[in-house]
């Protein structure tokens, strides 16, 4: 079955640095678009950056441009978010999707999250 499964998390302080990484199977996962969400306490889960299935795009949010990078590996199956200049409100659970849009068809397919915790 399809599972994508999240690692990295954890404590850092302000200023620091994580890798966050997404093991994808039960899918192509080539064929995917792959992205990094995040959600904080009592607010809206919002994207985080994207890359493309064959890699050669990204995308990121304004507020992580400079600081964090995605990159996947098509042979391992995996997605990577590399974070640094960490900051308090960088704290939330970090989510990986994997999305595949075909005409009329969507396949949308989510991780259970990290959680990321930014604080002295």
């Known amino acids: 079955q399809v599972q994508l499964v999240e690692s990295g998390g954890g404590l850092v302080p302000p200023g620091g640095s994580l890798r966050l990484s997404c093991a994808a199977s039960g899918f192509i996962f080539s064929a995917y678009a792959m992205s990094w969400y995040r959600q904080a306490p009592g607010k809206k889960r919002e994207l985080v950056a994207t890359?493309?299935?064959?890699?050669?795009?990204?995308n990121y949010a304004d507020a992580v441009k400079g600081r964090f990078t995605i990159s996947r590996d098509n042979v391992k199956n995996t997605v990577d978010l590399q974070m640094s200049s960490l900051k308090p409100e960088d704290t939330a659970v970090y989510y990986c999707?994997?999305?595949?849009?075909?005409?009329?068809?969507?396949?949308?397919?989510w991780g259970k999250g990290t959680l990321v915790t930014v604080s002295s």
């Open positions: 999707n994997a999305l595949a849009v075909a005409g009329p068809f969507r396949l949308d397919y």
């Open positions: 890359i493309t299935s064959a890699g050669e795009s990204t």
